[in-house]
């Protein structure tokens, strides 16, 4: 892989690893929840399933997706009924219960399956990697070792950037003793996940 293609690409998921999107909100939640050693399991599950969209992209399959506007549209309608479904539970949450320990959380699989689950069905992935990774592949360079390369650049940035946001979130976690604060917290978070997926949604239909 050219070291320029390589920059571009890291510029690219570096960014996007710092945006907030359905992941950030549910790593910030787990991590205001139970703290920011245990939100680093859905992050985890979130990086891992980057690995399968990686693969997609690297064999045209997700290219192959994109072009399949039922295929497409059946991806879309399921993200959005799992992000929503997380975002009711983020919403309605009761937000007087005091912070949890670690050793309260859900199990670590179940932990790691809703960030598996929630990035294999988020439309953002799919705006990253159907539509803006393929374009970063050189044909008439080998395609696996160009897939390393990108699986590591996009997992350490990603880790990197849920990383901040879950750390972050263990800081200010005194702010959450104010039930009204910790409420209308939730409720934007929550509103900032669904939103950001339905607009990803769009913005994929009008590629």
Do not use: C
Not at 39 to 54: E, H
């Amino acid at each position: 892989m050219d070291i320029s293609v390589w920059i571009a690409l890291l510029a690219l998921f570096f960014a996007g690893g710092l945006t907030p999107g359905p992941a950030v909100m549910m790593v910030m939640s787990t991590s205001l929840r139970y703290g920011a050693a245990t939100a680093l399991v859905p992050a985890v599950g979130v990086s891992a399933a980057n690995l399968v969209w990686i693969s997609l992209a690297a064999t045209g399959i997700a290219t192959f997706a994109a072009g399949a506007p039922g295929l497409l549209l059946a991806l879309k309608i399921a993200g959005l009924l799992f992000i929503s479904w997380l975002a009711w539970n983020m919403a309605t949450g009761d937000p007087s219960q005091p912070r949890a320990s670690a050793s309260q959380a859900p199990p670590k699989a179940s932990l790691f399956g809703r960030g598996v689950g929630l990035q294999l069905l988020n439309p953002n992935a799919l705006v990253f990697f159907g539509l803006l990774l393929p374009g970063y592949f050189d044909a008439s360079r080998p395609v696996a070792l160009q897939a390393g390369i990108i699986m590591a650049t996009v997992t350490v940035t990603e880790m990197l950037g849920l990383t901040v946001y879950a750390w972050a979130a263990d800081a200010m976690n005194h702010r959450f003793q104010n039930p009204g604060f910790a409420l209308w917290f939730n409720r934007a978070a929550a509103a900032a996940m669904l939103a950001s997926a339905i607009f990803a949604a769009v913005l994929t239909t009008t590629k």
